[in-house]
């Protein structure tokens, strides 16, 4: 069955901006979970998504957001863009449970300059 | 709150040497403990898990025990080829439907 998919895999974008990034579960997974991950800060949890409801977050500011669809597709959203926000951004999805697998996309890698 | 500890990297190793990488965990009770691998421009990929004590997950000659005692899970393997270089993270989870990452060890191995 196909995997986790992540568009755009590369972005770049400017300071000030904002950025939309998109994720396609395992047909199946409900649950959908967003990381940043940086080489100083390592993998850091954003937040997850389950039946189209936030169902658990992370200590990010309020420009990070995120949605879920009815198809359990995911989309990410930065606003006001900072140079700081540069990083690999996963994706990552699962049935449910908390000894449940995750499995991740390949990511979208986000250069703001 | 729970928390993975992983040995802090590059490691550095010849092909066919052995290996291990360290983690150990705090968590409440018995969580889930997984080893997820990421290989270069890629994301992470689940290797191996283990949901209870004394439980071993093996996987392509990765092993790791899931020890209660000593709140480990270790990860080994007996002879180490180029291409499993790669960035691996130690992960549990408990009381959450979210894992909880190590920060990651290198493994980097030279022909």
């Known amino acids: 069955k196909a995997g986790v998919t992540q568009t755009p895999r590369y972005l770049i974008k400017t300071r000030g901006q904002q950025v939309t990034l998109s994720c396609s579960p395992i047909s199946g997974h409900r649950s959908v979970s967003w990381y940043q991950q940086t080489p100083g800060q390592g993998l850091q949890f954003l937040f997850e998504?389950?039946?189209?409801?936030?169902?658990n977050k992370g200590n990010f500011p309020g420009r990070f957001s995120g949605r879920q669809f009815s198809n359990s597709r995911s989309e990410m959203n930065v606003s006001t863009l900072e140079l700081g926000d540069s990083a690999l951004y996963l994706c990552?999805?699962?049935?449910?449970?908390?000894?449940?697998?995750?499995?991740f996309g390949q990511g979208t890698r986000l250069t703001v300059v | 709150g729970n928390s993975v500890t992983q040995m802090e990297g590059p490691v550095t190793l010849s092909e066919e040497a052995f290996l291990t990488i360290n983690c150990t965990y705090t968590?409440?009770?018995?969580?889930?403990l997984f080893w997820y691998v990421q290989y270069p421009g890629e994301g992470l990929q689940l290797l191996l898990k283990a949901t209870k004590a004394d439980d071993k997950g093996s996987n392509k000659g990765f092993e790791a025990t899931y020890r209660k005692e000593t709140t480990s899970f270790h990860l080994e393997k007996g002879s180490v080829q180029v291409s499993d270089s790669a960035v691996y993270f130690c992960?549990?989870?408990?009381?959450?439907?979210?894992?909880?990452f190590g920060r990651g060890t290198s493994l980097i191995v030279h022909p």
């Open positions: 968590a409440t009770g018995y969580p889930s």
């Open positions: 990552a999805s699962s049935l449910q449970g908390s000894s449940t697998e995750a499995f």
């Open positions: 998504y389950f039946s189209e409801t936030q169902r």
């Open positions: 992960a549990l989870t408990r009381g959450s439907y979210i894992p909880t």
